[in-house]
C-alpha cells in the first residue's frame, strides 16, 4: 500500500475499457485500496450522489460525456473540490493537457498506463489532499471566519463560521454553499485589484447585519483568503454612547449583548477577552441602572426601536 495512502481508501475509476478497468481494478486492490468503477460520466456522477472516493482516475476520452466534462461538473459541487481527478489519455500535445487541468484535474497519465507511475501519483495527491483538507479543518475548529475568492470574487471555500454569518447578512445565502450575490463579489474583486494587503471595506445587504471584510492576499492559485469581522454598527453605538453616557467599546458591547451574544462570542467579534467584556458590561450595567443582560438588552432594543 502507499505509505500516504491508507488501507481501504475509495478509489473512483471512471474508463469505457472493460480491460483497462479489471487491470487497474487488480493494481489498487494489491495496494489494499478499494477501487470501484464506473463505464461512463454519467455512471461516475449517479455514482458520486452516494460516496465521495479519496482521488477518482478518469479516462479523458469516453462516448457520451468525456472526461473533462464530468470532470468538470464534479468541480462545480463543493463537496467534491478537494477530490483530486487525475486523467488518463492517449493524448500527448499541449491542447489536451491544458484542458485537464483547466476542468479541475491536478494530474494526467499517458496510455498504456504505466501502473507504478500511477501508483506514486495516487499516492502523492490524497496525502496533497489530506493535508489541504486537515488545513480548512483546523481552520474550522479554531472558530476563523474567512473565505477564500478566485480572482473575480466568486467564493471557492469559506470556514463554517463564515457561512454562517453570510448568511445572516445576505437573504438567499447558504451557510454550507456559499455563493455570493454578484454585488459583493465585485466588492471583494476590488478589494482583489487594489492589490492591498490588510485593505478593509463594509459589506452587507439593506436592513440586515453589516461586516466588515479585510484581505489577507493571494493564498494559492487563483486564490484570495479574506477575513469577515461582524461590524458592530457605528450609527447604533452612537446612538447609544450619546443616549446612557457610554464609551464606544461599552456601545458596541451593549449591541451584541441586545443580538442575543454571549461574553465569549461577543470577544471574539471584538477580538478582546471575555474578561474585558465582562467589565464592559458592569458599567453598562450601572450606567443604564440595570442589574441582569435581560434587561440591558431591552433597554438597548428599545431605544434602537423607532
Known sequence: MPKDARHGDLILLVDDSRDQISMLTNALEREDLMPVAASSGEAALSMLDQVVPQLIVMDAIMPGMDGFETCRQLKNEKRFAHVPVIFMTGLKDTEHVLKGFEAGGVDYVTKPVRLEELMARIRIHIANARVAMGACSALDVTGRYLIATDVLGDARWCTPQAGELLSLSFPGVQAADVELPTGIAEQFRRLIAAGEVKRTDTIGAEARPQMIVTYLGESGPDEHLFSLTADSGVSDAQMLSKAYGLTSREAEVLIW??????????????????????????????????????????????????
Do not use: D, M, Q, Y
Open 257 to 306: 449583548i441586545a443580538r442575543g451574544k454571549s461574553n465569549r462570542e461577543i470577544s471574539e467579534i471584538l477580538l478582546i477577552s471575555p474578561r474585558t467584556v465582562n467589565k464592559h458590561l458592569e458599567r453598562v450595567f450601572t450606567k443604564l441602572g440595570v442589574e441582569n443582560r435581560a434587561a440591558a438588552a431591552s433597554t438597548a432594543l428599545r431605544a434602537l426601536t423607532p
